[in-house]
């Protein structure tokens, strides 16, 4: 039997499956979550005309040198036509407002007070405060957003700022979650002894939907090859199809015997705990992930291989995950033959060191153990155990550049 392929090596081969989807175009309105297919580039320098960043009086700094008093000449206020200033006058302007030709200073209404219809200043001004000058943020032409940029609130507020009302963006991938196993019942059924209710037909949708997937199908099918035949034969035309459960050895674990008959298997086995017997192929045009039935397994290697593959399908360039170097709070024993993925609560102490804690039994039948968790602790293939405060790799659940 061949032995398990290594973490690295068996997203490598996923990888190295993936082609990116075609571009479509949608409105910006509906653009929220997905990626742009192409670099978007701004009609207009942004800020558009120098403006005012506070409400206050628009001056010529010069004028206050010699005096700390300027008559108002005008007001001007956003949406308002520029005008030009006055030497010697000062203009009242709101926040958002054109700055007149010849000021080159704003001073914050807090710090003035008007005398004998005048305007008295508290203190000197500094050239150039409080304006915002055309182009500052963005230049004509310049990149507004990224090719392969997730679009977030950020993204949407700057591309309606340049009038793209319209964005070109990765096709969704469209998949299949197939659940597969005689004891599985609905969630609605109160299970017999020997009978489970069937979580991965919601975990394993709510998943790739995070991740901007389209499910097209959940299905639950029995353990035999007539059950899992024709709906392998539907699915060809899609891109991802996720079943879990029957991958295995027993004497009814039917997906992988069906699946090296209808598609082509690229390999079977993973040296990683929890979630050694994965399979992964090709089935028609889709990308087929056949995944372990335990829970936390099915959960932890589509975390692990099926989200850098729809990453991949989007052309996502910003879903790489922040790794950082930490200390397990307990002493741990693993399986040296595999890498392990630890389930852990990880946060920086005092020292600005990170520290995290296992969330509990780390058995592949214990959901709880993926609830609060916010990162795995990667310990490596070869290592029987981390004592405690020793060293780890720890890959959190945050993406680079993300807010919060």
Known sequence: MTPPLPVESALERVLACCRRLPAESVALAASLGRVTHG????????????NSAVDGYAVRAGDLAATDRLPVQTTVAAGDQPVTLLPGHAAKIMTGAPLPAGADAVVMVEQTETVDGQVR???GVRLGAHCRRVGEDLRRGGVVVRDGTTIGHPEMALLAAVGAAEVAVARRPR??????????????????PGQLRDSSLYALPAQLAAWGVEIVEVARAADSPEALEPLFGRFEELDLVLTAGGVSMGDRDF????????????FWRVAIKPGKPLLFGRLG???FFGLPGNPVSSMVTTDLFVRPAVDALLGRRDGARLQVRGRLSVAFRSDANRTEYVRVVAEPDADGVWQALPTGDQSSGMMTSMQGANAYAVVPIGTAEVPAGGEVLLELFARKGTLG
């Open 39 to 50: 670099e978007v580039h701004s009609d207009l320098d942004l800020p558009p005309f120098d």
């Open 121 to 123: 200043f508290g203190s």
């Open 175 to 192: 998949a299949a979650v197939v659940s597969t196993g005689d004891e599985l019942v609905d969630i609605t059924v109160q299970p017999r």
């Open 255 to 266: 997906v992988r015997p069906v699946f090296e008959r209808l598609g082509q298997p690229e």
């Open 285 to 287: 045009q889709a990308l």
